[in-house]
């Protein structure tokens, strides 16, 4: 099979990538297993998916691996979904060095069982100089929890003095959040058919374009994720302009 690779322009790839891993579960009941064997199946496609994404040059690629909802899941895999973390997570440091990759995580990180937090925070120190690309974990995550967590931030921020309300604007709002440093994502791949954002950065993908996939993530590959490239780049990115101020360079709009 030809490569989708030598169809992408290396010169119009977005900085950022942010990916709701879906599937997996469902991935594992055509197989015969039970859900846990879908979610070790996954961690291939996030090790492939992330070396994709380095190697053409992408900047940052974010992964929603854990919401905050998936802690009402049944007992059984959330332990072994933590468990699986714990296993994984130190065995990818030579993958992320050798990729020169930097591992951050956004989410209610204090909320995570102790050893997963020690290892995650091991795994981050110990890539932290790495400067290829950055690769986001949601953990415990999500984007109603992040936002109402920034107000609270900046309501305490303002009462100590250090923020007054007419400073407040998208800028200063964003700042707060747990994405703070980071550009936008300006491309948002669901994988597994479903077409719905499930709490996932509501705030910073205002402005990126959807792709949705019918393949389940543990099938996602690396030429799964360049047709979702190519289709990004084959859209036409306005953000309230009309197509002629894009052709003839004009910023304002009528």
Do not use: C
């Not at 070790?40 to 940052?60: C, F, N, Q, S, W």
């Not at 953990?139 to 305490?156: D, F, Q, T």
């Not at 003095?161 to 669901?190: C, H, Q, V």
């Not at 590959?221 to 197509?243: C, T």
């Amino acid at each position: 099979m030809v490569s989708q690779l030598k169809h992408i322009d290396k010169n119009k790839l977005p900085k950022h990538v942010a990916i709701i891993m879906d599937g997996n579960g469902r991935w594992a009941r055509k197989q015969g297993h039970d859900r846990v064997f879908g979610h070790h199946k996954g961690v291939d496609a996030v090790r492939e998916t992330a070396e994709a994404a380095a190697e053409l040059g992408i900047k940052y690629l974010t992964l929603f691996t854990f919401s905050t909802e998936n802690w009402k899941r049944p007992k059984g895999e959330v332990d072994a979904l933590m468990h699986l973390f714990v296993e994984t997570i130190e065995k990818e440091i030579p993958t992320l060095n050798k990729n020169n990759i930097r591992l951050n995580a956004i989410g209610n990180i204090n909320s995570l069982p102790r050893e997963n937090r020690k290892k995650l925070l091991t795994t981050m120190s110990k890539t932290k100089h790495n400067t290829k690309m950055v690769l986001t974990l949601a953990l415990a995550y999500g984007s109603r929890w992040e936002m109402l967590h920034a107000v609270k931030n900046i309501i305490n921020d303002q009462a100590a003095g250090k923020l007054n309300t007419g400073e407040i604007s998208e800028e200063i709002f964003a700042s707060y959040l747990d994405t703070a440093g980071m550009p936008d994502p300006e491309l948002l791949i669901r994988t597994s058919g479903e077409e719905r954002l499930s709490n996932f950065l509501l705030w910073q993908i205002a402005y990126a374009e959807l792709y949705f996939t019918p393949t389940l993530w543990p099938d996602f590959g690396k030429e799964d994720f360049y047709k979702a490239i190519i289709d990004y780049q084959n859209r036409e990115r306005r953000f309230g302009l009309i197509s002629e101020q894009l052709k003839f360079g004009e910023r304002n709009e009528d």
